[in-house]
């Protein structure tokens, strides 16, 4: 039961996070993110936030510092608009899922394109 209701409140949390970047957040440092998935704990007293950066590695780094600087500001929203009694301490984790299939997708094209055509 406690798995279930972790998945529920990470899911309605991916969502808010997702909507205070995108609408409320006006750091410079946070350019074109994308709230991948959330993790929570069991006792939901944790949260790892897998995000997705579009950039190089500097726009990352620039962009993890942001959303460490905002941590405070979209933990306290994010609990309000949950309304839950605890709200879960959060760490950001840069996600490279979608990376690694962007670069299995260019190996596929390029061995596509260096078959025999028959």
């Known amino acids: 039961m406690a798995r279930i209701r972790a998945a529920r409140v990470g899911e309605q949390l991916k969502k808010e996070l997702s909507q205070l970047l995108q609408q409320e957040l006006k750091d410079p440092r946070i350019g074109f993110v994308t709230v991948t998935s959330v993790e929570m704990s069991r006792d939901l007293e944790h949260a790892k ?8 590695e500097e726009q990352k780094k620039k962009t993890l510092e942001g959303l460490e600087k905002a941590k ?4 306290s929203e ?3 608009r949950l309304g839950i ?8 984790k840069i996600d490279h899922s979608i990376e690694h299939g962007q670069h299995i997708s260019k190996l596929l094209e390029e061995v596509k394109r260096s078959e025999p055509d028959e």
């Open 49 to 56: 936030v897998f995000v997705s950066v579009m950039g190089d």
């Open 78 to 80: 994010a609990g309000r």
């Open 72 to 75: 405070g500001f979209l933990r």
């Open 85 to 92: 009694r605890r709200t879960p301490e959060i760490v950001f």
